[in-house]
């Protein structure tokens, strides 16, 4: 069986497949490529392929089948450019810029580079999660695909308190004074009503804000590939570090190390 799809996967490969093949979107047999596919953006055409694959693949369609149905659907792959995580000295000032952030706020642009979690994972904590990773030590996240992990946060228990003693602010119209109340998911700390994708541009606000005052550029998911580097840089090995990441596949956790020139230097200099 294949990994999960995450609700928003499931909804824009419908969608793309809706809109390729109409009220036969979900009869892979019946499929016929429509002609105004050079129209699409190549961004459109990609999630189609993949939405294709995913289809054919739970149809029970051999690996041929499948390739000879995707490739008539054309995308251009530009140069793939390497992870920047940022570097030892980088993330020791992103930390010194989150210190100058309220508390609650500086607690949620230091925990994906304290605990590696997605923004999903980070913005969807439950109160109760935090307040129980308080008490033990042990934080249960819900991973891509919905099964719960275990990690170890003794290390960052301040950053829960500083969670748990920060309110929320309710959804206001113009002119009105703002109401506070404890939240309910992490997320509303920065996003007034909680709403999923606001929650991530309230993130990626934050994180991109604090970088800049560190003099980086880094969107949310560096600091997950800075925590896996930095747990690298430890000692740790790649299987340690896939268990921290909640990888299923080591492969996936080679892509998020990036040791950095120094680090290399430190092996093959002299």
């Given at each position: 069986m294949g990994r999960q799809?995450?609700?928003?996967?499931?909804?824009?490969?419908?969608?793309?497949?809706?809109?390729?093949?109409?009220?036969?979107?979900?009869?892979?047999?019946?499929?016929?490529?429509?002609?105004?596919?050079?129209?699409?953006?190549?961004?459109?055409?990609k999630i189609l392929r993949?939405?294709?694959?995913?289809?054919?693949?739970?149809?029970?369609?051999?690996?041929?089948?499948v390739r000879s149905a995707i490739s008539g659907v054309p995308v251009t792959y530009g140069k793939r450019r390497l992870p920047r995580p940022p570097t030892e000295a980088g993330t020791a000032r992103y930390e010194q810029a989150a210190t100058t952030l309220g508390p609650g706020?500086?607690?949620?642009?230091?925990?994906?580079?304290?605990?590696?979690?997605?923004?999903s994972e980070l913005c969807g904590?439950?109160?109760?999660?935090v307040a129980r990773a308080m008490?033990?030590?042990?934080?249960?996240?819900?991973?891509?695909?919905?099964?719960?992990?275990?990690?170890?946060?003794?290390?960052?228990?301040?950053?829960?308190?500083?969670?748990?003693?920060?309110?929320?602010?309710?959804?206001?119209?113009?002119?009105?004074?703002?109401?506070?109340?404890?939240?309910?998911?992490?997320?509303?700390?920065?996003?007034?009503?909680?709403?999923?994708?606001?929650?991530y541009q309230a993130l990626y606000k934050l994180i991109t804000g604090t970088a800049k005052l560190a003099g980086l550029k880094i969107r949310?998911?560096?600091?997950?590939?800075a925590f896996a580097t930095g747990m690298n840089r430890r000692g740790a090995s790649i299987f340690t570090i896939k268990e921290a990441l909640g990888h299923s596949d080591v492969k996936t956790t080679s892509r998020y190390i990036s040791p950095s020139l120094d680090d290399i230097a430190r092996y093959i200099d002299g």
């Amino acid at each position: 069986m294949g990994r999960q799809l995450q609700p928003r996967t499931r909804e824009q490969y419908a969608y793309h497949l809706k809109r390729a093949f109409g009220d036969l979107s979900e009869d892979c047999s019946k499929w016929s490529l429509p002609d105004d596919l050079g129209g699409w953006g190549d961004g459109s055409r990609k999630i189609l392929r993949a939405a294709m694959q995913s289809a054919l693949k739970a149809s029970g369609a051999s690996v041929e089948a499948v390739r000879s149905a995707i490739s008539g659907v054309p995308v251009t792959y530009g140069k793939r450019r390497l992870p920047r995580p940022p570097t030892e000295a980088g993330t020791a000032r992103y930390e010194q810029a989150a210190t100058t952030l309220g508390p609650g706020q500086a607690a949620i642009a230091l925990l994906p580079f304290k605990l590696g979690l997605r923004a999903s994972e980070l913005c969807g904590l439950e109160r109760s999660d935090v307040a129980r990773a308080m008490e033990t030590g042990v934080l249960v996240v819900t991973r891509k695909g919905g099964h719960e992990h275990a990690l170890p946060a003794k290390h960052v228990k301040g950053l829960f308190g500083q969670l748990l003693a920060t309110k929320a602010k309710l959804p206001r119209k113009k002119g009105q004074t703002p109401k506070l109340k404890d939240w309910k998911r992490v997320g509303e700390i920065i996003c007034a009503g909680g709403k999923r994708s606001s929650m991530y541009q309230a993130l990626y606000k934050l994180i991109t804000g604090t970088a800049k005052l560190a003099g980086l550029k880094i969107r949310p998911h560096l600091l997950r590939h800075a925590f896996a580097t930095g747990m690298n840089r430890r000692g740790a090995s790649i299987f340690t570090i896939k268990e921290a990441l909640g990888h299923s596949d080591v492969k996936t956790t080679s892509r998020y190390i990036s040791p950095s020139l120094d680090d290399i230097a430190r092996y093959i200099d002299g």
